[in-house]
């Protein structure tokens, strides 16, 4: 059964060919088949399209205006196909990622440029907030992927570890010569303490302290790691850190890092995304990237 599309698209190459044998030819249709076709076409619109010459045809003035919307409609079905093609082939797309301050400049920004530099037409939006707010903006289809601190645990989403991070404290000069040795945690937590503010990995810092019967009360808290570095850089307490994230400040010796007796258990960075909603091309080779190189990143 011929459709109303192939119909249609019967009925243009008629019209640009002015010749029922001439669009057969390029069909790869008997003329016959051509002819019958184009009848049907006009009996369910209840007009005659073309006029039947000896040498060809030609358009009726009702053919000549339904053949101008036609030609439009299958050069707006060609483009879609091309720009289709194009987004499979990675030269257009657009992806979406909610990912925290921190993880953003610490982590993801290299793999950033890269990408950008490999698919330059690509397009990407950065949407920030917390790991909850992120997978919040996730569940609701506003980001296509979230880039966050695990552990998270909820059974709608695809979790995939990408890279340990170790939680640790770190102090100023004020405070050198009192952990010039190994802390214990309840030693530790009676200096003033400062740590970020609703956080996912503050609440694993806190989780764990409290399986040693510990219960954290910080001095401050703040809203970016960036602040945590620079309160303990003055001195004002002792800054619970992500250790990767704080290797420039321990590095050039404007922090230190306290040590501890028993380390805090290690933690992941990872990718989170729908389980049940399939990613588009852009944000799959994104993720394949990340995975790619996550073994040279520190």
């Given at each position: 059964m011929v459709s109303k599309l192939d119909l249609y698209y019967l009925f243009y190459t008629v019209g640009k060919n002015k010749s029922f044998s001439k669009a057969a030819k390029v069909l790869y249709m008997s003329q016959p088949a051509i002819s019958q076709s184009i009848a049907q076409l006009e009996k369910e619109l209840d007009t005659r399209l073309f006029n039947r010459l000896s040498k060809g045809v030609t358009l009726t003035d009702e053919g000549n205006l339904l053949f101008e919307y036609v030609s439009s409609a299958l050069q707006i079905i060609q483009a879609g196909e091309e720009k289709l093609l194009e987004f499979k082939n990675l030269i257009l797309g657009e992806f979406k990622i909610g990912v925290s301050d921190t993880i953003s400049r610490y982590f993801l920004l290299p793999y950033l440029e890269t990408f950008h530099n490999r698919y330059p037409n690509l397009k990407f939006k950065i949407v920030n907030g917390t790991t909850w707010e992120i997978i919040a903006a996730l569940k609701a289809g506003e980001v296509n992927i979230?880039?966050?601190?695990l552990p998270i645990d909820d059974k709608s989403l695809e979790v995939k570890p990408l890279l340990e991070i170790q939680d640790t404290?770190?102090?100023g000069e004020k405070y050198r010569k009192v952990f010039s040795?190994?802390?214990?945690?309840e030693e530790l937590v009676k200096f003033p303490l400062i740590l970020l503010d609703n956080s996912n990995s503050r609440r694993?810092?806190?989780?764990?302290?409290?399986?040693?019967g510990i219960?954290?009360?910080?001095?401050f808290e703040l809203g970016s790691h960036e602040l945590l570095l620079e309160f303990a850089k003055i001195n004002l307490g002792v800054a619970c850190v992500t250790k990767?994230?704080?290797?420039q400040f321990l590095r050039k010796g404007l922090l230190h890092e306290v040590t501890l007796m028993e380390p805090i258990p290690k933690r992941s960075i990872g990718i989170c995304y729908l389980k049940n909603v399939p990613l588009n091309r852009a944000t799959e080779r994104f993720v394949d990237l990340i995975e790619e190189n996550i073994r040279n990143f520190f």
């Open positions: 979230a880039i966050c601190n404290f770190v102090y040795k190994p802390m214990k945690f694993y810092v806190e989780e764990f302290f409290l399986t040693k219960k954290i009360q910080p001095e990767e994230f704080s290797e």
